[in-house]
């Protein structure tokens, strides 16, 4: 039996509020792999703390990167688009630095995470 509320009745509603997704809140892996090696000696601790830097830094380093592409994309989307504004932008500095920062901080973590990896 449903009841009507409006044009909308108390069965339609539930069925919606089903199928609404409900906000998970995002487990912070570090923390997980932390909680795993809970009886490890503080080194490990302070890795995984370096861990989580590095991995923060890593994707603030590829939204940099991703912002420069589609800055890129936004300029040849845009019809009043020049010569020389397209030769600035081959030009131009772009993301280098943070290419090579997000190559060092890839290498770190990479290498923390043996550390982890061998004391498990």
């Known amino acids: 039996m449903s009841v009507a509320i409006g044009k909308v009745s108390v069965q339609q509603q539930e069925a919606v509020a089903v199928r609404r997704p409900t906000a998970v809140p995002e ?58 504004q397209l030769l600035a932008l081959a030009l131009g500095g772009g993301p280098g630095e943070q290419l090579d920062y997000l190559g060092e901080m890839l290498a770190n973590t990479r290498r923390r995470l043996a550390q982890v990896a061998a004391r498990m």
């Open 27 to 84: 487990a912070d892996p570090v923390e997980a792999l932390r909680k795993r090696l809970a009886s490890r000696s503080a080194r490990e601790h302070v890795v995984l703390d370096f861990l989580s830097d590095d991995l923060r830094e890593v994707r603030e380093a590829l939204d940099h990167v991703q912002a420069y592409v589609q800055g890129i994309e936004r300029a040849m989307a845009d019809p009043r688009l020049t010569q020389q």
